[in-house]
């Protein structure tokens, strides 16, 4: 059974920082794309960053040069490093394997102000 289960969320000051973590089990992270995502409320979930099987990264234009993504093979494990954080970055974070299209239950970012 296929499972992404995210950790990591929590409520930050804006300018700080904060991991999230996206664990697989069932199936093998690199065999494809990686993404994260996230929702605000009352808003679409949008795509945050990206990384391929190939280690090619894509990042949303806001958090460019903030937000890292990367995978740790060993721990099957994908990672959002977030830095320079902001109000607007607040919301539900998602991660997501595009090749068995599969969701996690998100974990909550809030940033205040």
């Known amino acids: 059974q296929v499972q992404l289960v995210e950790s990591g969320g929590g409520l930050v000051q804006a300018g700080g920082s904060l991991r999230l973590s996206c664990a697989a089990s069932?199936?093998?992270?690199?065999?494809?794309?990686m993404a994260w995502y996230r929702q605000a409320p009352g808003k679409q979930r949008e795509l945050v960053a990206r990384?391929?099987?190939?280690?090619?990264?894509d990042y949303k234009n806001s958090v460019n040069g903030r937000f890292t993504i990367s995978v740790d093979n060993a721990k099957n494990t994908v990672y959002l490093q977030m830095t320079s954080l902001k109000p607007e970055d607040t919301g539900v974070y998602y991660c997501?394997?595009?090749?068995?299209?599969?969701w996690g239950q998100g974990t909550q970012v809030t940033v205040a102000s």
């Open positions: 997501n394997s595009e090749s068995y299209g599969k």
């Open positions: 990384i391929t099987s190939t280690s090619i990264t």
């Open positions: 069932g199936m093998i992270i690199r065999r494809g794309a």
